[in-house]
């Protein structure tokens, strides 16, 4: 989509500090971090949100849970401590920009209720 900000971070229009890049995913660092890491992994085709999803988007969508999420998390050194992954979806869940995302959070203690 021409006018989704993070399209454009994949199509490289709007630079980032990508940490991770295959062929489906792309990750970078958030630019309002809220830990020591966190980092914002998105597929590179448009998906709006978790409910917007086809079929084929399964296995991008496990790629990045069950490959890059963990892989992501070893290169950062918090695997050990723990993590947090989070997908805000709609307004209310959070989400800011319509484009999927999964947010990739650790090197602190994490509370709950997230806010």
């Known amino acids: 989509m021409s006018d989704c900000v993070f399209c454009k971070i994949v199509s490289k229009e709007i630079p980032a500090s990508i940490v991770y890049e295959d062929d ?16 914002l992994i998105v597929p590179k085709k448009h998906i709006k949100s978790l409910t917007d999803t086809t079929p084929e988007d399964k296995e991008t ?32 869940g959070g989400q800011t920009v319509a484009h999927l995302h999964f947010h990739l959070i650790g090197g602190r203690s994490m509370q709950w209720p997230p806010g």
């Open 61 to 92: 969508i496990s790629h990045i849970m069950v490959d890059v999420i963990p892989e992501l998390a070893k290169e950062f050194k918090i695997v050990d401590n723990g993590f947090r992954t989070v997908i805000n979806t709609g307004v209310e």
């Open 24 to 39: 489906v995913a792309l990750a970078f660092k958030d630019l309002e971090p809220q830990a020591p890491v966190h980092v």
